[in-house]
């Protein structure tokens, strides 16, 4: 359990001035230590630790890994009470591979077979102050230098944290915490490292939005946005396939850039249109990409924000049945498709392309996992691995059918 205070420290100067207290009260302080380290922030594709209501890091010092799983909302208004689980070893590690621990199982049972990918770094310079009474060990006083760093974007702060340590009682934190806030002035800070960091997450998904021009402007009007996560549960999708898909959508979109050549900025879309492709499912599954259109004309994630969220009912019309020249001719004249940009209409039949080859690889539902992409032959050649890869591999080539009316290069799937 983690019991601790945040404030916002706003200048330079009364950083340093404040590192260098050496009493709070009758408490005496230590000399700071300093440290510098790198925090990896991780989560599935569909987010379920964050959905679960935590965060999980891996922290990399010079001599050990520590891996966190935190709850991220506290009790408390000004000292927060939060779970806290950790995890030490001597370098990084998948969790499945960890010796049998409370934190692995914890984690293990949140993502199931998923797979973590990282959504933002954070860059610590931090100095350590001890806070005692006596001889016992009350507090610890961390000001730290961040800068949260999310591909090419970042933010930078600095941050005092007063945590209680293993001596102290939640009285005299109390007494520490008050003493920075009435006496030194400090605003104590609601916001994690992770919420921060979080939030610039989703501001790169919204300038990638704004970014990609199809020569037009665009309207979101008569569409509601609601988190994905909601959605979910709204329309009981089937989070551990969809999650499946997503990775392999991913997987394919990174290695078969060269061929298809979309933009970058349309990775996350991808991300978010194989999340919900399955929409439709609960409500009515022998049409259920239809269904699926209609729900997502009307209600789509707000983390994907306009034009991009216009891509997901298409691509989820076009996830399910065969595909030949003549459906394609039918899908052009349909109002709503054919009032899309070309360039839009392009890089939807692309992406759905990807999408059917991605949801045709969990066809078995038995974690079939992409091995090896080889692009060096004249055909694409992907292995697959697991105990329906057979099955997987076979369905994937059926639904290879648009890649190959939209690319010459064709795919072959083999079971690896």
């Given at each position: 359990m983690e019991i601790e205070?945040?404030?916002?420290?706003?200048?330079?100067?009364?950083?340093?001035?404040?590192?260098?207290?050496?009493?709070?009260?009758?408490?005496?302080?230590?000399?700071?230590?300093d440290s510098e380290f790198m925090d990896t922030y991780l989560d599935t594709l569909d987010m379920a630790i964050y959905s679960s209501g935590f965060s999980f890091r891996c922290r990399e010092k010079k001599d050990k890994v520590v891996y966190t799983l935190k709850s991220l909302k506290g009790t408390g208004s000004l000292i927060h009470t939060r779970e806290e689980i950790e995890f030490s070893m001597k370098e990084k590690s998948p969790v499945d591979k960890w010796n049998d621990c409370l934190l692995k199982d914890r984690v293990l049972e949140i993502i199931g077979q998923g797979s973590l990918y990282p959504l933002f770094l954070v860059e610590h310079k931090r100095a350590d102050l001890q806070v005692s009474d006596e001889q016992r060990h009350i507090a610890e006083l961390s000001f730290d230098d961040v800068i949260i760093i999310c591909d090419n974007n970042s933010k930078s702060y600095l941050e005092l944290e007063a945590e209680l340590m293993g001596d102290g009682t939640e009285s005299q934190?109390?007494?520490?915490?008050?003493?920075?806030?009435?006496?030194?002035?400090?605003?104590?800070?609601?916001s994690s490292k992770f919420d921060n960091g979080l939030e610039l997450f989703i501001e790169n998904i919204r300038k990638d939005a704004m970014s990609i021009d199809y020569g037009t402007d665009f309207s979101n009007e008569g569409i509601s946005f609601s988190p994905v996560k909601e959605m979910f549960e709204e329309y009981g999708i089937e989070q551990e396939h969809a999650r499946r898909v997503a990775e392999n959508a991913l997987q394919l979109f990174d290695a078969l850039k060269t061929i298809h050549l979309l933009d970058d900025k349309l990775h996350q879309t991808l991300r978010f249109a194989a999340l919900v492709h399955d929409i439709g499912v609960m409500t009515d599954i022998s049409k259920h990409h239809k269904v699926g259109r209609d729900i997502l004309l009307s209600s789509c994630p707000e983390e994907l924000p306009c034009p991009l969220c216009l891509f997901l009912p298409w691509t989820t019309f076009l996830h399910k049945k065969s595909i030949n020249p003549i459906k394609l001719q039918k899908l052009s004249m349909k109002k709503k498709y054919a009032g899309l940009p070309v360039k839009m209409q392009d890089d939807i039949l692309k992406m759905s392309a990807i999408l059917r080859i991605a949801?045709?690889?969990?066809?078995?539902?038995?974690?079939?996992?992409?091995?090896?992409?080889?692009?060096?032959?004249?055909?694409?050649?992907?292995?697959?691995?697991g105990p329906?890869?057979?099955?997987?591999?076979?369905?994937?080539?059926?639904?290879?059918?648009?890649?190959?009316?939209?690319?010459?290069?064709?795919?072959?799937?083999?079971?690896?």
């Open positions: 205070a945040k404030f916002i420290v706003k200048d330079r100067a009364t950083f340093e001035r404040l590192m260098s207290t050496k009493s709070i009260e009758d408490f005496t302080v230590s000399e700071a230590v934190l109390q007494r520490i915490v008050l003493f920075f806030r009435d006496e030194a002035g400090l605003v104590p800070g609601s949801d045709a690889l969990d066809y078995s539902r038995m974690n079939s996992k992409i091995t090896n992409i080889d692009l060096l032959k004249e055909d694409i050649v992907i292995k697959v691995k329906g890869a057979d099955i997987d591999a076979d369905r994937a080539d059926t639904k290879a059918d648009m890649w190959r009316l939209l690319f010459e290069r064709d795919l072959y799937f083999r079971e690896d």
